[in-house]
């Protein structure tokens, strides 16, 4: 599954750079909008 997590990761980096931190913190990220 890392192998393709990875690839999720950088596909979040593409079209949401501010999401690039997704993987467990989307509270967090959600506060930083």
Do not use: C, K
């Not at 979040?12 to 909008?33: A, I, W």
């Amino acid at each position: 599954y890392a192998e393709i997590e990875e690839q999720i990761n950088r596909d979040l980096v593409r079209t949401h750079p501010e999401m690039s931190f997704f993987s467990g913190d989307s509270s967090f990220s959600h506060e930083n909008q």
